[in-house]
Nanobody, 130 residues
Framework: QLQLVESGGGSVQPGRSLRLSCTTSEFSLEYYGIGWFRQAPGKEREGVSCISRSGNITSYADSVKGRFTISRDNAKNTVYLQMNSLKPEDTGVYYC???????????????????????WGQGTLVTVSS
């Protein structure tokens, strides 16, 4: 079963920044839309941001707009999530997911329509606390 690998999580104080990375050695990400999702303790998984195969379309959840930036470097087979001005409510396990059909990921992020996506990572923990 194919899998993505997330990294870059950690424990930071409110207002600080982290950059998450999502990559894999098993297949080429350039053919896939990629999304970032997070799950806080006791809550359902929610969409955070997504990016199309070429990178020309990005979307964000309202809660992170203006603070988070998604980008991708297909030459490095990696997608990034730059998280600035972190808040305690950003705490959770962050997952990346890939799907050939970008609308599946975008609907999960923008419309909270979480359906099955093709490939997931194991997650990286982000803790924002003073």
């Amino acid at each position: 079963q194919l899998q993505l690998v997330e990294s870059g999580g950690g424990s930071v104080q409110p207002g600080r920044s982290l950059r998450l990375s999502c990559t894999t050695s098993e297949f080429s990400l350039e053919y896939y839309g990629i999304g970032w999702f997070r799950q806080a303790p006791g809550k359902e998984r929610e969409g955070v941001s997504c990016i199309s195969r070429s990178g020309n379309i990005t979307s964000y959840a309202d809660s992170v707009k203006g603070r988070f930036t998604i980008s991708r470097d297909n030459a490095k087979n990696t997608v990034y999530l730059q998280m600035n001005s972190l808040k305690p409510e950003d705490t959770g396990v962050y997952y990346c997911a890939a799907d050939i059909i970008f609308s599946r990921i975008r609907n999960a992020v923008v419309r909270a329509q979480m359906g099955p996506l093709e490939v997931w990572g194991q997650g990286t923990l982000v803790t924002v606390s003073s």
